[in-house]
């Protein structure tokens, strides 16, 4: 167990974001330190709810920001910093893996004080209730992205009422970027200023280029367009970039639907949808914690799923997973942690290594990332699952 989080460690890391603590600046303004020093306060009074109110909207939001920086290309970064600075590659080099570095404990802190909150069980309890109200950022207006094919289609994404993109008959809400894997689905700004839905068809061994497709009412283009990941990032970054994720609404009185899927600071389930659980899901979400290494017994799942779910005693399976998710939570922490280890540890040895091997190792922290996150998405839809399974079965 690490030693317990107190209201100095809301401070340092709003001191950490305003960069005042001798740590590059990842923004120019971060409007999110204010909202942390008040979030400590609550914090220290024992007000958890209100604390897990005022920290929720920061931890999106700033998450998703230092991902996007995480998810750059060194090289790439390091060129034009050396070209903005008139300095040599290798100071600029080292400049963006400080900044690299300083967003991967931002990250840590952010997930080891979003942990802690939800730990307490007045936070969980409000949880449960569906009584938090995340605030949301409304992308701002950005100039279009520089994807573009001679072949390509031109796709217009419509907006309904309610802020969800359309497409044929399917539709989507908007959620924080996300390093690409196969079938992901983003809406992109094309040259003609229009909104564009694109869908990963591929992605290469070395997860530097991916094959994308177009959407056009819901049907695949019949060619590919190959990107590199990170100019997917870059676009992300400027606001020209978002993941969608697909929802269904409930149509009929006995119909449940699947609803958004649910992304660690992100989304939320649409009110009168349920999400369709089976067998495979908790399958799945075993083989998706063995391929990302995280250490967690998966046999507790399956416990779950041969258990109570498969009896259908969703009162139980949800309490049991819910009790599951804190291990979860906690042992995709370490992996994390692990991860942000070996950047360092890469960082210190980097003037030892040669070109290719930083490249390549670079390359597996990144698909370690993804794969967490995937594990992450898997447990996520079951736990929601549960929840709305249990709501059904008590209504």
């Not at 390093?179 to 068809?201: C, E, N, T």
Request: hydrophobic share 35%.
């Amino acid at each position: 167990m690490g030693k317990p989080v107190t209201k100095n460690e809301y401070d340092f890391l709003a001191s950490l974001l305003g960069g005042k603590e001798n740590a590059p600046r990842v923004q120019k303004k971060n409007p999110h330190s204010e909202a942390l020093y008040t979030t400590g306060q609550f914090y220290e009074n024992r007000e958890y709810v209100a604390a897990y109110e005022c920290f929720k909207p920061v931890y999106d939001r700033v998450v998703a920001d230092m991902q996007r920086i995480l998810a750059r290309n060194v090289e790439f970064e390091a060129n034009k910093l050396a070209k903005s600075i008139q300095k040599p590659l290798a100071v600029a080099k080292e400049r963006v893996l400080n900044i690299r570095s300083h967003a991967q404990q931002v990250v840590d802190q952010l997930n080891r004080l979003l942990e802690d909150l939800q730990s307490k069980p007045l936070v969980r309890h409000h949880i449960k209730k569906g009584a938090s109200k995340v605030a949301t950022v409304t992308p701002e207006e950005a100039p279009p992205t520089t994807l573009s094919s001679s072949s390509e289609t031109w796709v217009e994404a419509r907006s309904s009422q309610h802020g969800e993109i359309i497409s044929g008959n399917l539709r989507y809400v908007k959620a924080a970027y996300s390093p690409p894997q196969k079938g992901s689905i983003y809406l992109v700004r094309d040259k003609s200023k229009s909104d564009r839905i694109i869908r990963v068809a591929a992605i290469s061994p070395d997860c530097a280029l991916i094959q994308v497709e177009s959407l056009t009412d819901g049907e695949p283009s019949k060619q590919t367009i190959e990107l590199p990941v990170e100019s997917l990032a870059r676009q992300a970054e400027k606001g020209w970039c978002s993941l969608l994720v697909p929802v269904v609404e409930k149509t009929e009185e006995n119909e449940s639907a699947p609803t958004s899927v649910q992304t660690p600071a992100t989304s939320a389930p649409a009110t009168g949808s349920m999400i369709r659980l089976d067998s495979q899901n908790f399958s799945r979400c075993c083989a998706d914690i063995v391929r990302a290494n995280i250490k967690f017994s998966t046999q507790l799942i399956k416990d779950v799923a041969d258990g109570p779910f498969r009896a259908g005693n969703y009162d139980q399976a949800f309490l049991t997973f819910e009790q599951l998710a804190v291990q979860f939570n906690s042992a995709v922490g370490n992996s994390r942690r692990a991860i942000a280890d070996g950047r360092r540890t890469l960082m210190a040895e980097k003037n030892k290594l040669s070109g290719k091997e930083v490249q390549d190792r670079t390359a597996a922290f990144l698909r370690s990332e993804q794969l967490i996150h995937t594990a992450e998405r898997e447990f996520s839809t079951i736990l929601e699952g549960l929840r709305m399974y249990l709501r059904a079965q008590q209504g």
